[in-house]
């Protein structure tokens, strides 16, 4: 049995599913730092430009002194508002750090721990089952569960519950068909999305575009044409189609049947538009597109289950895992949890076979442990010369008994 | 084994240290102060224009400002630039000591099982007693996707289970067993939340849990009580838990109120150890005799039970944690769930497979096959043994699991092989053992079930 090797802990290969852990504290501590720089480079700008103005203003006496005074309250309140809006990202900034840490600290708990048998990696699992599961629940937007959970747990630095939140605050307004939310979320983020081609702003714009047409009214089409020239006709280069199909939205009525006008202004367009965002801000953040207890699970899942798991007929395994009892826990994958959701996924690859030692059968046609049947025999109280079978119950005579050899 | 880059290997505690270090790396806290001198140079220079009010005093207050006003925001910009700085440099020992790998990204077996994904975690969050987590999630999980049903019927071949439950009278266990019994049969014909029977099983493992901390309390009474209401099918499990509990609280009794802290009077100590065995260890005497036998006679030890060969009977150490478990073990197999989280177990089983999963898709990326496609894994996964929960059998011909359709045949010669390989083997109705010299006929081969 490779058994030994199976439970060591290997942290380059152990902390994948850990990866987003860092990665997105990461991500927004750069995406803090930028909106720092921005709110920067705009209110210095501003206040040095009108400085030298004022300053060349008073000196050839086009600027009154107490125009002057007006000035430097304007360049004070600016410079102030600068002040407060960099103190908040500085505080942000030393929040994503303190996360850092504690992530770093939670990892490290795994540095001394070498084997999977160790009980401090029993804990150690237990809370990444904790966090990938507060990640499942806010990725679908679970955020009452994912906190309590999180809070239930002392986590809440383990986790992105702010972050999903928002997320899930824009994808909220997305479908109830509001795209503001969601430019504004764009306009913080122009220079990134541009970098990864996301439509997403096209698309929010197609859709503001679809509604002004959908109302139908003289004024809300000459807005829509309006619009189209400033949002839509500039990408005609790179969404070709898209914009040859809104303009020919102007010739179809919201009840047609054509396509693709229908699906145009079908409503879940809304829904399409939702899942484009939350795409594209995964992708930002460097999430991955589907939650990590997706990939734990089917990696999981396949790795456990066996051909037994959904056969019809009970087998005689279920091996003893502790030696306290021969009596056995149900297997994970045929508990009622997992079952449903194991049956299409593939059964674990197995070169060897894996069974009990001295096999003997009984006459039913069942396999046992030579030891499991005596102790078992024992327990039931069984006379000297008879075993019973643990799943059925029948007994048997010893002498009934056949050695099997696996080879 | 994913990745080839050999310098680069996750390190956390490597990259602990070097994060003390970078904590003390300029931030941008340090821009906000530098601020503070710019406002000082514009309000000193507000005050003295509008102190005087000449255009004078103005114009040279102004072109004075203009230079420390650059320098100041020059000051800031410099911060900002440290401060990315200490950006880059997080960057770069997340890089070098948390080498990004990426995961796999293109198909997502379990998209489409939004529901029973939910269900598994309702039923994980109930029996880990995380009670009020799991009714804010069924109450989340309800309200925001009514739409979402999957009706995959099953096939309700999980655990038979004895219903028949003979527990009427028993303290405590009447509110709990009150309601139908939460197995795969009950809840298998759909598998959304509302199905679900999640106030039944919260009684249940609140039931679970209070005797169990109740155990850690020393306390076997409750547990006796469960486990006497459900003897019947303890027993056909082959579990002595009844009779390891009350054997157990013989052994408390025993010991005294010195070391139990019960009450010192006819129920405690010998005498009461002694009445309590004349009370219950009547029903074990056909199945374990001499344990009784054994428990009764270290009454002669009495005075000095450590120096006497019954002392491993009666040193209850571990005792309490380990029928905790059996407890726990015995408790959830009547409900025909597994003693662990299943989720708990795929999850961590999951982690440990998953660089397998990354090798193999790597590998095979290049021929655009896919890992799901297949009944079987196409590469091993290699798991602990108390990840096995069943019997493996791989043919030694075929080198190929058996399973219901191509299940495991003993040969007459004891050896086993899959039924297609012995009929492969097959000249009419004759084969030849491919491990030893013994010949076989095809109707003597018979089916086994391991």
Known sequence: ?407 | MVGADTDKHTDPKGLQHELDHINNLPQLSAAVSNVDKIIELLTAARERVAGALDPHTASLTMTKLQNPVKVAFETVNVNLKDASQTNKATGKALDKFFPYKPLPADHDAMADHHPLINRAIAMHLLREGQFSVASTFIDDAQSASPYNIEGTPSDGQDEPMDEDDDDAGVEGEADAEASPPVTASSSSDSHDLSSFQSQELQAKFSEMYRVLQELKLRNLVPAIAWARANSAELEARGSNLEFELSKLQYVWLFKGPAVNGLPDDQQNGRAGAMAYARDNFGRFQSRHLPEIQQLASAVVFAPNITGSPYRSVFSTDGAFSEVASSFTREFCSLLGLSAESPLYIAATAGALALPWLIKYTTATKAKGTEWTTANELAFATPLPERMMYHSIFVCPVAKEQTTEDNPPMMIPCGHVLARETVTKLCKGNRFKCPYCPSEGQLKDARLIIL
């Open chain 1, 1 to 407: 049995m490779a058994d030994q090797e199976a439970s060591k802990i290997n942290l380059d290969n152990h902390l994948l599913l850990d990866q987003p852990l860092l990665r997105l504290p990461y991500e927004l501590l750069r995406k803090n730092f930028r909106s720092a720089h921005f709110t920067f480079e705009k209110d210095s700008t501003f206040v040095k430009n009108l400085l030298k103005e004022t300053a060349n203003g008073s000196l050839n006496g086009r600027t009154t002194p107490q125009d002057v005074v007006k000035n430097l309250d304007t360049m004070l309140a600016r410079i102030r508002g600068m002040k407060r809006k960099l103190s908040a990202y500085a505080d942000e900034e030393t929040r994503l750090h303190r996360q850092v840490d504690a992530r770093v600290a939670h990892l490290r708990e795994l540095s001394g721990v070498h084997t999977v048998d160790d009980v401090k990696y029993d804990a150690w699992s237990r809370q990444r089952l904790d966090r990938l599961l507060v990640d499942y629940l806010l990725r679908h937007g679970y955020n009452a569960s994912a906190t309590s959970l999180a809070e239930e747990r002392q986590m809440v630095d383990l986790v992105d519950i702010d972050t999903f939140v928002a997320m899930s605050k824009i994808r909220k307004s997305l479908e109830d068909r509001s795209v503001q939310e969601a430019l504004a979320w764009c306009n913080e983020n122009k220079k990134e999305l541009r970098r990864m081609h996301s439509n997403l702003e096209f698309m929010l714009r197609c859709q503001q575009f679809i509604e002004m047409r959908r109302a139908g009214t003289p004024a809300k089409m000459a807005e829509a044409i309006a619009h189209a020239k400033k949002y839509i006709a500039p990408f005609n280069d790179t969404y070709t189609e898209e914009v040859c199909n809104m303009a020919g939205l102007l010739a179809h009525l919201p009840d047609t049947k054509q396509e693709p006008y229908e699906s145009l202004y079908s409503l879940e367009r809304w829904t399409k538009l939702a899942d484009v965002f939350v795409e594209a801000h995964n992708k930002l953040l460097g999430l991955p597109s589907f939650p990590l207890l997706h990939t734990a699970l089917s990696s999981g899942l396949s790795a456990l289950k066996t051909p037994a798991c959904h056969s019809s007929t009970a087998t005689s395994s279920s091996r003893p895992s502790h030696s306290t009892s021969l009596t056995t826990s149900v297997c994970p994958i045929c508990s009622t949890e997992l079952n449903e959701l194991a049956r299409n996924v593939p059964y674990a690859h197995h070169s060897k076979s894996h069974v009990e030692h001295d096999l003997l059968l009984l006459p039913n046609g069942r396999v046992y442990g030579k030891d499991r049947l005596e102790e078992y025999a024992v327990k039931a109280g069984l006379p000297p010369g008879q075993v019973r079978d643990l799943v059925t119950g029948e007994s048997f005579a010893v002498d009934k008994l056949k050695k099997v050899f696996i080879t």
